[in-house]
């Protein structure tokens, strides 16, 4: 029989229901409600008797607040996605496929601070000790002034934080803890937001900044770190593509600096080595470009970074087409396939279409389209594109060329990086380092493409 205070908390996305259901109404997933007891902190909303009220005083907005100090962990590329350094007192999710190393990451970034003098715990409920000083030890990192610890009971850790002050912990990870204040298991909605938030607590109230690493996981069985992402200040996710040495660090949200900034990195045997160039590592060894690539001069948070768009147009062998697309938008990549059918004549309806954005990076900006677009149109025409020659402007429906941001900064990269020309929006033509084919129209790009005397005007001798 239910209880009078049970809810029920789906353990995918947290959502909580009054009552069971065979489906959560929020996300859809089947068969992820779990009965939890809801505790209501003593006194919560009850009004207190005797205590006479405040009431509520309102502030200005105008202060002398300063801009909050930094702890450098000397990990250079992490430091700039949390807005350079991590703000004591702050609490950081990040959040990442099992495997994808972010414990590798945080075991650096503690051991770097460390090295720099900062006091840092690092907290492990998923590895033993051994396992810990092993990695340390290849990583050349034993000798880092980290103090280690194996443990899950949430009561421990919060002891241990109050008896001595850090300033950076890292707890890896919020779904092995448990506190023995819940009856539910480690792992579940419950559990998580509870440690997650006794946690988030500890932080701002002894200004130690605390890591808190959560994994993604698909099946629900474990709560997600979803439920924890408004607790804490900021939400970094570590990402990477199977089969690619390339990692990336994203900020999802920050409080405390700009979200679309990112990290680089590569995994290598000694753990991760910090990419201060991404468009060397991503634009590859270089070489002939053949037909259907195109480079994009794109920008990644504060960063230029040089990518290569791969496309192939080919017969389809079956009734319907293929469509298939790796670190681009499938509904932009439809998009500007009905564009250039529509206005630049060049048709897809009988031919698979495959697009790739090299060196697994996820490319979100709308600047990409003319990039993409100029790929398909090289691969369908079998024309290469000129080979010094970047890529970048926004397509709209009507199948004109919008101008971006930041061109200058996109066309100098390109300079820095040896090429020479750019096909890009009208507007990039004014005091640009490269010769520039401004387009105002698609049509006008696909023509170019197309132009024999424009792609061998544009080999270099
Ligand atoms: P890990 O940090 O344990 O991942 P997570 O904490 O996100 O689950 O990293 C695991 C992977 O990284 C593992 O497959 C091995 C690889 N790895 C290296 O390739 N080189 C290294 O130096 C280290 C430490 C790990
Ligand atoms: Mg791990």
């Given at each position: 029989m239910a209880r009078d205070n049970a809810v029920y908390a789906c353990q995918a996305c947290g959502a909580v229901h009054a009552k069971w259901a065979g489906q959560c109404s929020a996300c859809n997933a089947w068969n992820t409600l779990v009965e939890e007891?809801?505790?209501?902190?003593?006194?919560?909303?009850?009004?207190?008797?005797?205590?006479?009220?405040?009431?509520?005083?309102?502030?200005?907005?105008?202060?002398?607040?300063?801009?909050?100090?930094?702890?450098?962990?000397?990990?250079?590329?992490?430091?700039?996605?949390c807005g350079g350094g991590v703000v004591p007192g702050s609490a950081i999710l990040l959040s990442g496929d099992p495997g994808v190393g972010k414990s590798t990451l945080l075991l650096q970034v503690t051991a770097q601070a460390a090295l720099r003098g900062a006091s840092v715990a690092y907290i492990s409920g998923e590895e033993a000790i051994e396992q810990i000083r092993s990695r340390a030890g290849r990583m050349g990192l034993a000798q880092a002034p980290v103090k280690l610890a194996a443990e899950t009971?949430?009561?421990?850790?919060?002891?241990?934080?109050?008896?001595?002050?850090?300033?950076?912990?890292v707890v890896?990870?919020?779904q092995t803890l448990?506190?023995?204040?819940?009856?539910?298991?480690?792992?579940?909605?419950?559990?998580?937001?509870?440690?997650?938030?006794?946690?988030?607590?500890?932080?701002?109230?002894?200004?130690?900044?605390?890591?808190?690493?959560g994994h993604v996981t698909k099946d629900?069985?474990?709560?997600?770190?979803?439920?924890?992402?408004?607790?804490?200040?900021?939400?970094?996710?570590?990402?990477g593509e199977r089969g690619y040495p390339f990692r990336i660090l994203r900020a999802g949200k920050n409080?405390?600096?700009?979200?679309?900034?990112?990290?680089?990195?590569?995994?290598?045997?000694?753990?991760?080595?910090?990419?201060?160039?991404?468009?060397?590592l991503f634009l590859g060894e270089g070489g002939e470009r053949a037909a259907g690539a195109a480079v994009f001069a794109g920008i990644e948070g504060s960063r230029p970074v040089l990518v290569e768009f791969q496309a192939l147009v080919a017969p389809s062998a079956y009734g319907t087409p293929r469509r298939a697309v790796v670190g681009w938008?499938?509904?932009?990549?439809?998009?500007?396939?009905?564009?250039?059918?529509?206005?630049?004549?060049?048709?897809?309806?009988?031919?698979?279409?495959?697009?790739?954005?090299?060196g697994g990076l996820r490319i979100n900006e709308p600047a990409a389209d003319l990039a993409a677009a100029a790929a398909l149109a090289s691969s369908a025409l079998e024309t290469p594109l000129p080979q010094g020659c970047v890529v970048f402007g926004e397509i709209s429906l009507s199948g004109e060329v919008r101008s971006v941001g930041r061109m200058e900064l996109r066309m100098r990269e390109a300079a820095k990086l040896g090429f020479d020309q750019a096909?890009?929006?009208?507007?990039?033509?004014?005091?640009?380092?490269?010769?520039?084919?401004?387009?105002?129209?698609?049509a006008e790009a696909v023509r170019r493409i197309g132009d024999d005397a424009w792609v061998r005007r544009g080999v270099k001798a």
């Open positions: 007891v809801s505790v209501r902190p003593p006194g919560a909303l009850a009004p207190t008797k005797g205590a006479r009220r405040q009431g509520l005083a309102f502030e200005t907005l105008e202060a002398e607040t300063p801009e909050p100090p930094r702890i450098p962990t000397g990990i250079e590329e992490f430091d700039r996605v009971s949430l009561r421990d850790i919060l002891e241990a934080l109050k008896r001595e002050h850090f300033d950076l912990v890896d990870s919020v448990w506190s023995d204040a819940l009856e539910a298991g480690p792992g579940s909605v419950a559990q998580v937001r509870a440690c997650a938030g006794e946690l988030v607590r500890l932080a701002k109230k002894r200004r130690t900044a605390v890591v808190l690493v629900g069985q474990v709560a997600g770190p979803r439920v924890v992402e408004h607790m804490v200040d900021a939400v970094l996710s570590f990402e409080r405390f600096g700009a979200t679309d900034e990112i990290g680089v990195f590569e995994m290598g045997d000694s753990g991760l080595r910090e990419v201060r160039n991404p468009s060397a938008d499938s509904g932009r990549l439809a998009m500007v396939l009905a564009v250039l059918e529509a206005r630049c004549g060049l048709g897809f309806g009988d031919r698979d279409v495959y697009l790739n954005v090299a096909l890009a929006p009208a507007a990039a033509v004014d005091g640009s380092p490269l010769a520039v084919s401004g387009v105002a129209r698609l």
